[in-house]
């Protein structure tokens, strides 16, 4: 097969058509692109629990829990977590400070995103009575849930999604087809690329290439890339991708500081500010640049995402988690 430049409209699974220079190393049979990811994934890929499932409930978690998380790492995670709150009926009449406890205690991100959590399960209990919508555009009215989680959901879940464009799929359609770095260009590509009413195995297909054979060091061999005979990047030896943001270091960054908060105060009914200052960081001083006046600002935060209270108590403040 010989690459082509690609058609000006786009037919199958497309929500807008293709432009011009969008992606000209795509072939003319795409049909045999799409099959043989296919079954490159069904094949073999990577067994995660999730992937075994339809149960939008345990597709939503396994979503949240990943955003911030290596895979590895959210399966004990997210095994637990439904072994303690298996339903949206159960995550609902949890105790919220229970949820973020958890999350916290499993070093899963932003602690926030467990109180988005257990708002969208009282949501669908209160709200959809007990049963989760199915398209992206309803998903997005879950409380935290956004365009990128809300397609995923209603992909694997129902088989009902758009095209997922995250990193991975970024990069493997820029290698592959040479589609310029532009968002607009990834999500159109994208689209003509999945084949219709075949969400749940495409995105999870497109997913599993760049997680495993077009990952920033490309396993192009070594992974079996069904892509290679097309691949331009493949042909050319230029394995450039998109730029990628840099993760900012969560070693004594504020994200940290707000995980060990949450952790102490899981342990305690509630805490004097000073007691909590000292406990979360060994340079702590009341009158320092990390004294009161930060920690205020941290425990301002926390607050405003609805995870903790603070009381002025006469001369004391007392901070307890929000329950």
Known sequence: MSDTDAPSSATDGSSSPLREGDAPRLPADLDAVRETLVEWYRTDHRAFPWRRTEDPYAILVSEVMSQQTQLDRVVPAWEDFLDRWPTTAALADADRADVVAFWSSHSLGYNNRATYLHEAAGQIEAEYDGSFPETPGELQELMGVGPYTANAVASFAFNNGDAVVDTNVKRVLHRAF??????????????????????????????????????????????????????????????????????PSFDGSRRQFRGRIVRLLGEHDEMKLDALGHRIRVDYAPNGEHGREWLRGVLSDLAEDGLLDVEEAGEETLVRLRR
């Not at 969400?199 to 920033?216: D, F, P, Q, T, Y």
């Not at 069904?226 to 840099?246: I, K, L, M, N, S």
């Open 178 to 247: 040479d589609v310029p770095d532009d968002d607009s260009a990834f999500e159109r590509v994208a689209s003509h690329a999945m084949p219709t009413d075949e969400s749940r195995v495409w995105n999870n297909a497109i997913m599993e290439l760049g997680g495993v054979a077009c990952g920033k060091r490309p396993r192009c061999d070594e992974a079996g890339c069904p892509w290679r005979e097309w691949c331009h990047a493949y042909q050319t030896g230029d394995f450039t991708a998109p730029d990628v943001p840099t993760q």
